[in-house]
Nanobody
Framework: QVQLVESGGGVVQAGGSLRLSCADS????????MGWFRQAPGKEREFVAA????????YYADAVKGRFTISRHNAKNTVYLQMNSLKPEDTAVYYC??????????????????WGQGTLVTVSS
């Protein structure tokens, strides 16, 4: 059974940085695409970033492009989200997910079946 565990959330001032990690206990990590979503209070879960199985292709939401970087270390079964120049509007619970098809991650999140428990990021102004 695949289990995703996020870590690295916390409280940071605007302009600061955080790095989130998501460890995957599944056996297919190196062949799965991975992604990050976030959900702010009272809002729907939204796509943040995705990376293909090899790390050669990455995709970002317009709101984070140029500030966030997704990467992965297949030998450690871990995907990362480096978040720089954080803004108060980045405050949310961040979730990682996976799928065999990166198009599914970039599309409707209701089709994604595996999620971590989430890690809270709070950016103060």
């Amino acid at each position: 059974q695949v289990q995703l565990v996020e870590s690295g959330g916390g409280v940071v001032q605007a302009g600061g940085s955080l790095r989130l990690s998501c460890a995957d206990s599944g056996r297919t990590f190196s062949t799965d695409a991975m992604g990050w979503f976030r959900q702010a209070p009272g809002k729907e879960r939204e796509f943040v970033a995705a990376i293909n199985w090899s790390g050669s292709d990455t995709y970002y939401a317009d709101a984070v492009k140029g500030r966030f970087t997704i990467s992965r270390h297949n030998a450690k079964n871990t995907v990362y989200l480096q978040m720089n120049s954080l803004k108060p509007e980045d405050t949310a619970v961040y979730y990682c997910t996976l799928d065999a098809d990166i198009a599914t991650i970039r599309g409707n999140p209701t089709y994604l079946e595996v999620w971590g428990q989430g890690t809270l990021v709070t950016v103060s102004s």
